[in-house]
């Protein structure tokens, strides 16, 4: 989701925690903004994420597009 409404520039990743306290969060950008963000591995994370991703449920309720780096077998 983030990917899309950033205009493919942000994408968050890794979220954890319990309920709406959120943990963890770790975030990929187009170009790198902060060099104390070691999670941020840039457009290498955004495609990383993208070959691995099945599209589920919630990636159909927010109308998300399938990505060209996602196998075809894995987009709803």
Known sequence: ???QVS???VMIVDLQGVGLSL???AMHT???TDPQLLTDQMTEGHDNFFRTH???ALCKKL???PHALQ???AAW
């Open 1 to 3: 989701f983030t990917h």
């Open 7 to 9: 205009l493919t520039n």
């Open 23 to 25: 943990t963890d969060a």
């Open 30 to 32: 187009k170009f790198a």
């Open 54 to 56: 099945v599209c589920n």
């Open 63 to 65: 109308k998300l597009p």
């Open 71 to 73: 196998p075809e077998s």
